[in-house]
Every structure is written in C-alpha cells, then in structure tokens.
C-alpha cells in the first residue's frame, strides 16, 4: 500500500504567508496602500461578518480581476523563482524530501491558489489541492471555481481523489488543518517528526 503525505503550504511549508508576499511582489511599493484600502473587508472578516473564503474571493478580485492567463501564469512563474524559494521552512522542507526517499505520494493541500504556487509544486514533483481561480474569455473573474481549499474543504477534496484506507501523513499549523490533521494516521501540528 502506497503512504502519502499531506502538507499544508502557507505557514507549515512556508516561514509567511505566500499569497501577501505574491501580493508583495505583484504590486511593489503599493502593496501597504492597496491593504489599506481593502481594511474594511479584512476587518469584516476577523469580526466574522464575511467568511473567508468570501473576503479571500473579494481581495483577489480587487487586485486580479481581468488580468489574462498568460500574464498571470507569467508571474507566478516568476514569484515562483525569485520568491517563494526564499520562503520555504528548512526542516519543513526536509522532511518533504524525507517522504521522497520513501517514496510516498507528497500532496500539498492548501487554501493558495493553485496557479500561484503550481510552478514550484510541479518543479518539486509533487500534487496539488488547492483553491482554483474562475477564467473567462482568457481572462481572470476574480472568482474562484472551487471552494477556498481550508478547514474540511481539505478533508472534502482528499476523499474524492484517494482511498480512505491508505497509511498518510499530515502537517499543519493552523486552525484551517485540524480536520486534515485528524483525517489521518499520524498528524503533525507545528512539527516535523
């Protein structure tokens, strides 16, 4: 029976938060103004007024919303190389190699967007669950296709690929983990082994 290991991306893989350090680079020295002006949402979601997969779909649509494909694969292909290496938590890291020595099935399972962190994932040689962005006419909406990848989402999207009867590992760290987490044989929350 082939083991397969979960790990969530944004603060489990990383050291931050990826989509804010892809905002970071996307948008340069703007960046703090745009967050000022979309601090009614965020402050709509901590009171807990929006959810989050909402007030995600609102801040991504405000920065994003008509840019095309090309472009926007164009830049995560550059975040990707010039950025997101940067980010990556060594023992994190370490132990997803540990899994390939393994060789178990590796699958990052995220809230990101796939197109984001899909460069990085597929150079690695790994799978993807993620949140998906909604195209039209070649263009981004600003919606996104799937649910926001978080909390039983997680479990939800797992169930539909793979066999519940396989030996898996998980590692998290946040409150949007914990029914992956508890999903599995061994769960690691805010630890490598």
Known sequence: MNEVAFFDFDGT???KDSFLAFLKFTHGWLYPFYLAVLSPIILLYKLKVLSNSKSKELVFSFFYRGTTAAEFTSTCHRFCSEVLPQLIRQ???ERLLWHKSQQHEIIIVTA???EVIGPWVSKEGLKIIGTQLAY????????FI???CYGKEKVNRISHLLPS?????AYGDSRGDKELLESVTYSYYRKFS
Not at 136 to 143: F, P, Q, V
Not at 165 to 169: D, F, G, L, M, T
């Open 13 to 15: 893989l990383t050291k």
């Open 91 to 93: 023992e994190a890291y």
């Open 112 to 114: 990101t967007f796939e």
């Open 136 to 143: 039209k006419n070649n263009k981004l909406t600003g919606k």
């Open 146 to 148: 799937s649910k926001n």
């Open 165 to 169: 009867n396989r030996i898996s590992y």
